[in-house]
């Protein structure tokens, strides 16, 4: 998966999620007999939980996308937290910096864990995103305490002197949490917004559907085959090229393009290209790209940022998956908090769903769609539609 969300290849992404499970371990192992060496009872509890779910990650077909500065983070953490050891709390910076560490990390974990909760419910983390939120930084409370209570009850039991229990103790577990906080709030403005998406991105390097097994996506795509097409699931048999005369149409790729655009304007959506209006799977035009699904989606992410804005990528996921030699591209749309147009040469159109059909709206119908589906964040965006919605008022009053 590259920056923009794109999918090319979802055996591709798992590789590279097996990959970090396996670094994962291999650090948590690392740690684990540096912590026995020097008796770290702290980095031994963090160690040997890592250590664990990433074995389990490994053996189980739930291979989340772990990116390099997650790990990266990990070593720093589990370096700073065995530095706070060694030197019995002499240092109070590096004792800081090791709680702030942690908490970003253990924020990063929760939130990794509720993506594998609800892996079978993708978009939910943009649709609920204080609900997502609130459960990651409880989850974190709950393993900066568990961590404290577990690492006191080891040094009691085998009676190893520390220094981490003395009247600083609730500074430290305080200044973890808080830590904790800001990873999840920026989470939170990240889903809502689509605010952030440079600071949250750079550690949680995934989208909800690559969270999923190649099985699993295929079965999905067939349920929603099943259902047919409706507000919220559209199907295109190509991308560029006309079946009729196999030559390369834009009218293709605009028919594309404005149902992503109807599915952002309203509550999101599915757009399955390579299936035909009866269902039959066909698969996609990769003929016309060298037969490269790589170039394919190069291409349609080039049209998406030249005719609807490259801001609204983090609101698009796509996905190639096989059927039998057939592709199928999975587009998923979530809702975006403010309108999104089609730039059709010198036009500017505004799509929204009304069936199982993508119409143009424009002038008075466009404002009040616009301003009651948005609500008030448009006057936050852009003043026009503040004035629009007052003068729509006077001539209703």
């Not at 912590?35 to 739930?62: C, E, F, H, K, M």
């Not at 910076?93 to 079978?120: E, H, K, P, Y």
């Not at 009866?278 to 060298?290: A, K, L, P, Q, Y």
Request: a negative charge; aromatic letters at 10%; glycine letters at 6%.
């Amino acid at each position: 998966m590259d920056n923009n969300g794109i999918v090319d290849d979802v055996e591709y992404n798992l590789d590279i999620g097996s990959n970090g499970c396996v670094l994962t371990a291999i650090i948590s192992m690392f740690f684990i007999v540096s912590a026995l060496w020097v008796n770290d009872i702290r980095g031994l509890v963090i160690s040997v939980p890592t250590l664990v779910i990433s074995i389990y990650l490994l053996v189980t077909d739930t291979k989340p996308h772990i990116s390099i500065p997650f790990i990266v983070l990990q070593l720093i953490t589990l370096i700073l937290v065995q530095l706070t050891s060694y030197f019995k709390n002499e240092l109070p910076t590096l004792d800081i910096l090791a709680d702030i560490s942690l908490g970003l990390f253990l924020a990063l974990v929760g939130i990794t864990l509720i993506f594998t909760l609800i892996r079978g419910m993708p978009g939910f983390d943009r649709s609920k995103p204080f609900t997502v939120s609130l459960i990651a930084f409880c989850i974190t409370v709950s393993l900066v305490t568990l961590i404290s209570m577990v690492d006191y009850s080891l040094e009691c039991l085998f009676n190893i002197e520390s220094e981490v229990y003395n009247e600083g103790y609730f500074e430290n577990t305080a200044t973890a949490i808080i830590s904790a906080l800001v990873v999840c709030v920026l989470f939170y403005f990240n889903r809502r917004d689509g605010l952030l998406s440079s600071v949250t991105d750079f550690f949680i390097n995934h989208a909800d559907e690559n969270w999923k097994t190649s099985e699993e996506i295929k079965s999905q795509i067939l349920k929603e085959i099943a259902a047919g097409e409706s507000t919220t699931c559209e199907f295109k048999s190509t991308l560029r090229t006309n079946l009729r005369d196999g030559k390369n149409d834009p009218r293709m790729e605009r028919a594309v393009l404005k149902s992503i655009v109807a599915f952002l304007n309203g509550k999101g959506g599915i757009l399955l290209v390579g299936v035909a209006d009866n269902g039959e799977i066909i698969g996609i035009d990769v003929e016309s790209f060298d037969g490269s699904t790589d170039k394919f989606s190069l291409h349609l992410n080039n049209l998406i940022t030249k005719q609807i804005g490259s801001e609204y990528l983090p609101f698009i996921t796509w996905s190639i998956v096989d059927f039998d030699g057939k592709g199928v591209l999975r587009v998923y749309c979530t809702p975006s908090k403010k309108p999104v147009f089609l730039k059709d040469g010198k036009e500017t159109l505004f799509f929204v769903r009304s069936g199982p059909s993508s119409i143009d709206i424009h002038g008075t119908d466009m404002l009040y769609y616009a301003t009651h589906h948005f609500g008030r964040k448009l006057n936050k965006l852009n003043p026009i539609y503040k004035t629009g919605h007052s003068e729509e008022k006077k001539d209703q009053e």
